[in-house]
């Protein structure tokens, strides 16, 4: 089984070169992509929110359903069954991303469900803050593991116009920056094949499903917080 990574062949050299993570590859090939039913028009235009509570405080998600609903309805099927509880984010590059959703604290990757296809056209943005599909070199390769952008990373968008597929985005902190900047400051290093490690496990305690009035609630606290 190939271990799943954000390998970003799609940049510059020097960015494939830093940042390949520890894959390793037993010849077998990723499942092909699930077939996903089409969203109704409710889910396609109200916003989803979730709540990630981890081991360095609360991050809340905007999810949008609308412009990538195939990686939204993935997401939150992992969310729903509880898959991501107890998780780590097992890869911190400080200048770049937080990544996680498929590891335990031992560096046990979990079995995931099928892969899904690339929403990378979509139109959004790898902006500061965006939650994004984590995939190996194929662009139809996503399962279970997200990266939350720390930084502007423009080289990671998918430009139609050449047909260069990139990191599928859907959708964004809207609460909890501090706690992605907390992990992205950890300390980090090398464990088995594995590069760029939080030295102390960064744990997802919980990942669950927000209402609409129960954001709404923790983006104004982390507004005020941020203000005063």
Do not use: W
């Not at 010849?27 to 089409?38: F, H, V, Y």
């Not at 139809?140 to 990671?156: C, E, H, R």
């Amino acid at each position: 089984m190939a271990t799943r990574c954000l390998a970003l062949f799609v940049l510059l050299p020097l960015f494939a070169a830093s940042l390949a993570f520890g894959r390793t590859d037993d010849g077998a090939k990723p499942t092909p992509p699930a077939s996903a039913a089409p969203p109704s028009a409710s889910s396609a235009s109200a916003p989803v929110f979730v709540l990630m509570t981890t081991s360095k405080g609360d991050i809340v998600l905007q999810l949008d359903p609308e412009k990538a609903p195939i990686s939204v309805e993935n997401f939150l099927k992992y969310v729903d069954r509880g898959f991501y509880d107890g998780l780590v984010f097992h890869r911190v590059i400080p200048t770049f991303m937080i990544q996680g959703g498929g590891f335990t604290p031992d560096m046990k990757q979990k079995a995931t469900d099928p892969a899904i296809k690339n929403e990378s056209f979509n139109g959004l943005p790898n902006v500061r803050g965006s939650i994004a599909m984590a995939r190996l070199s194929a662009p139809d390769t996503a399962t279970s593991q997200f990266f939350i952008n720390v930084k502007d990373n423009p080289g990671l968008d998918g430009n139609p116009d050449l047909d260069k597929p990139g990191y599928a985005v859907f959708g964004m902190v809207v609460a909890g920056m501090d706690a992605v900047d907390a992990i992205k400051a950890v300390e980090t290093g090398t464990r088995s094949q594995f590069q760029n490690v939080p030295v102390e496990p960064v744990i997802m305690t919980k990942v669950s499903r927000l209402t609409a009035a129960e954001a709404t609630k923790r983006i104004e606290a982390s507004k005020a917080k941020a203000s005063s």
